[in-house]
């Protein structure tokens, strides 16, 4: 199904909710924090400052549960991989995931300090 509609708004999974305002900078600063810092804690970083952030700005509140949401999407999809180790396929994917997770954290990272309601691609919607 293609997106039709304005070509120079963003598509549908990046816009944020009608009543919302544009985040300030201190929210996108602590919007793009959720994400990288997953890099660098894994989900204890996000979840502090998600459980800090998320009862005052909707934005870290929506990215926070999106970083979280991500990180337990990577943790399961290791967890398969890690089963199929014994079929030597789950080497392959464990060094695939590695480096898609890193890169969607960075990309996730950039785009909400940019201000932009980031949704990755592939992501189980655990937390909402």
């Given at each position: 199904m293609s997106h039709q509609g304005d070509p120079q708004q963003p598509p549908p999974s990046q816009q944020p909710p009608e009543s919302m305002q544009p985040p300030t900078k201190d929210e996108c600063t602590m919007g793009m924090l959720v994400h990288l810092l997953a890099?660098?804690?894994?989900?204890?970083?996000?979840?502090?400052?998600?459980?800090?952030?998320?009862?005052?700005?909707?934005?870290?509140?929506?990215?926070?549960?999106?970083?979280?949401?991500?990180?337990?999407?990577?943790?399961?999809?290791?967890?398969?991989a890690g089963v199929?180790?014994?079929?030597?396929?789950?080497?392959?994917?464990?060094?695939?995931?590695?480096?898609?997770?890193?890169?969607?954290?960075?990309?996730?990272g950039v785009a909400a300090n940019k201000g932009e309601w980031y949704r990755y691609p592939v992501c189980l919607r655990l937390i909402t």
């Open positions: 890099i660098f804690t894994g989900f204890i970083g996000p979840l502090i400052i998600w459980l800090i952030k998320k009862d005052e700005s909707k934005f870290v509140d929506d990215q926070g549960k999106e970083s979280l949401n991500f990180i337990i999407t990577m943790i399961i999809a290791h967890l398969v199929l180790w014994c079929a030597f396929i789950g080497i392959f994917i464990t060094f695939v995931l590695i480096p898609v997770q890193l890169v969607f954290n960075i990309l996730a």
